[in-house]
């Protein structure tokens, strides 16, 4: 079946510094990939995509890009800030079904 | 507009009782879909509903659950004898359809209790 592991938290950054989070992904056929965010109190929210392999989605500051070679989606920011504090999701989309299946999450806390 | 949103945002309830959590999503999305989440954990897929029919309920966990879609927008799961286990938030999510790479938009979730 479909599973994704992220890089396990907590993570903490002072401000300014660069954010890596790893995700990787088994799955069958070519599924898209996604990352969610959670801030505080507040539902699940898309922070960015990519469909299909070698596509970098990005969104304020975030990138990650598809690697179908080492089925990987990383996050990455250059500048962390403290509203980045949240936590991170990885997923995937089946393309065969409607359903995601994510990561464990990894929650990021970033200092002045 | 209006996002996914779900009702209600708490629930207390006694082992063995019989809950229901309502789900409204997003005007004119075709697709719903019913997630778990449990502390420190990602959401769980548990069904997911292509209009009225349930397209795939692979994810129910036993015959104690279910969820409906009657008219094709709102839609409720149904949880009877609660057990402690089911404590979790239950999430749901709508996408304007089932295509490929398709955003699900995601409410901010019910939070249940089984005492």
């Known amino acids: 079946g479909n599973s994704v592991t992220q890089m396990e938290g907590p993570v903490t950054l002072s401000e300014e510094a660069f954010l890596t989070i790893n995700c990787t992904y088994t799955?069958?056929?070519?599924?898209?990939l996604f990352w969610y965010v959670q801030y505080p109190g507040e539902g699940l929210q898309l922070l960015l995509k990519a469909t299909k392999a070698d596509d970098k989605g990005s969104n304020k500051g975030f990138e990650a890009t598809y690697r179908k070679e080492t089925t990987s989606f990383h996050l990455e920011k250059g500048s962390v800030q403290v509203s980045d504090s949240a936590v991170y999701f990885c997923a995937l989309l089946d393309t065969n079904a409607g359903k995601s299946t994510f990561g464990d999450g990894t929650t990021l806390t970033v200092k002045p | 507009g209006a996002g996914v949103s779900q009702t209600p945002s708490n629930k207390v309830t006694e082992k063995g009782k019989y809950v229901e959590l309502r789900c409204d999503p997003i005007?004119?999305?075709?697709?719903l879909y019913w997630y778990r989440q449990s502390l420190g954990q990602g959401p769980e897929f548990l069904i997911y509903?292509?209009?009225?029919?349930?397209?795939?309920d692979s994810g129910l966990p036993n015959d104690r659950f279910f969820a409906v879609r009657p008219e094709g927008s709102v839609s409720t799961l149904k949880i009877q004898r609660t057990e402690r286990g089911d404590s979790a938030v239950y999430l749901c999510a709508s996408s304007l359809s089932t295509g490929f790479g398709e955003t699900q938009y995601f409410g901010p979730g019910t939070r249940l209790l089984v005492l």
């Open positions: 509903f292509q209009g009225t029919g349930a397209a795939d």
């Open positions: 005007s004119g999305h075709t697709a």
């Open positions: 799955a069958t056929g070519y599924p898209s």
